[in-house]
């Protein structure tokens, strides 16, 4: 989950049913591609974008008809934005029934990034992978049997040190140039509970042992759970958001990066 994966959506346009994402994330080497499934001939359209946030005007592109393998399309493509720099926009379609806004309400809110070497950026996504597996066998091992919760508890607080705590920050200062952008440095909701998530299990790691069972139990259970509320925030909740106020002052861009919505 997060705001950086594509939008769907659903809609009827001319008689047609079509289900199409738009999308929401894109590397500062590329132009992001905003793409619909051609509604036929008898509709236009265009993108319609700003910079975000800003209140500066409205600047339309029309969509243009593309084939990709094999699927006709309609097209444009975004203008490329600094690290953290967002574009917010939406869809307006001209059909023989009249305008027709996608989304219905609200704006679709693009984010581009640096590329992550891929190596760094599938070592954090595993590592964490594993941590969060370990980590809720380790809650069910807490609920059911006490066995082997230690060695399960060092192991779940292993993989989040490397994977969260170290290639995390690190994935970021490819990205939006910063290791670190949360508490107390900045308000991104990712860094924090990440953070949350490090220190509940380095107090349960703490709080383990072989010799006591029930407190083990209680000390890994309510870390998994901890890591279960964490989990339902969504990634890149406040993440990195490039302030166009202090880039328009003079302010170079990769120090005008703050945290945002």
């Known amino acids: 989950t997060g705001p950086t994966y594509p939008q769907r959506l659903q809609a009827e346009v001319n008689g047609q049913k079509l289900r199409f994402k738009l999308i929401r994330s894109e590397t500062t080497t ?65 059909t023989p029934g009249g305008s027709q806004r996608l989304p219905a309400q609200g704006e679709v809110r693009l984010r581009y ?60 200062k490819h990205a939006f140039g910063a290791l670190w952008t949360g508490w107390p440095y900045g308000y991104d909701l990712t860094d924090n509970k990440t953070l949350l998530m490090w220190l509940v299990w380095v107090v349960a790691c703490l709080f383990v042992s072989e010799r006591r069972p029930t407190r ?21 909740t406040r993440g990195s958001q490039l302030d166009y106020s202090k880039v328009e002052s003079g302010v170079d861009a990769k120090k005008a990066i703050g945290t945002g919505k």
């Open 30 to 94: 590329t132009q992001a591609r905003v793409a619909m499934p051609d509604p036929g001939a008898a509709v236009s359209g265009e993108v319609v974008y700003r910079r975000f946030p800003t209140q500066e005007p409205w600047t339309r592109m029309a969509l243009q008809p593309e084939t990709r393998q094999g699927v006709a399309e309609r097209a444009a493509y975004m203008p490329i934005q600094p690290a953290a720099g967002k574009l917010e926009y939406h869809l307006e379609l001209t």
């Open 113 to 172: 990034k640096d590329p992550v070497p891929a190596p760094l950026l599938i070592s954090h996504v595993v590592l964490m992978f594993f941590g969060v597996l370990v980590g809720l066998r380790a809650g069910l091992g807490a609920i059911f049997s006490a066995q082997a919760l230690k060695a399960m508890a060092w192991t779940t607080l292993g993989l989040l040190t490397v994977g969260g705590m170290i290639l995390g920050p690190l994935v970021q």
């Open 216 to 236: 083990s139990r209680w000390a890994v259970g309510l870390a998994s759970l901890a890591m279960v509320l964490v989990y339902v925030i969504p990634h890149s």
